[in-house]
Nanobody, 124 residues
């Protein structure tokens, strides 16, 4: 059973940056593809970014491409999401997720384990 814990969220001004971390325990992170999803109040959880198990391939939602960077350190069992040029519409609870095997990285139903999330608020 893999446990995921996100950290690094907070309240920032629009245009600022944050780096989220997702630390894994109870399993070897290098066996999993990892995704980031976010959920704003009253909205469905949506795909943000994902990274292959080796870290060689990344995927991004159109809304964050060019501003967010997904990376991983398998030796540290940690995945990161660097978020630059934050906008008010990026405000949400951000969750990381792990998938042992997955056909579509953007499909939240394909992930096996989820973290509790960390709040990101970008004020205008």
């Amino acid at each position: 059973q893999v446990q995921l814990v996100e950290s690094g969220g907070g309240l920032v001004q629009a245009g600022d940056s944050l780096r989220l971390s997702c630390a894994a325990s109870g399993g070897t992170l290098s066996s999993y593809a990892m995704g980031w999803f976010r959920q704003a109040p009253g909205k469905e959880r949506e795909f943000v970014a994902a990274i292959s198990w080796s870290g060689t391939t990344t995927y991004y939602a159109v809304s964050v491409k060019g501003r967010f960077t997904n990376s991983r350190d398998n030796a540290q069992n940690t995945v990161y999401l660097q978020m630059n040029s934050l906008k008010p519409e990026d405000t949400a609870v951000y969750h990381c997720a792990a998938a042992l095997t997955i056909a579509s990285m953007a499909n939240r139903g394909g992930y096996d384990y989820w973290g509790q999330g960390t709040q990101v608020t970008a004020s205008s």
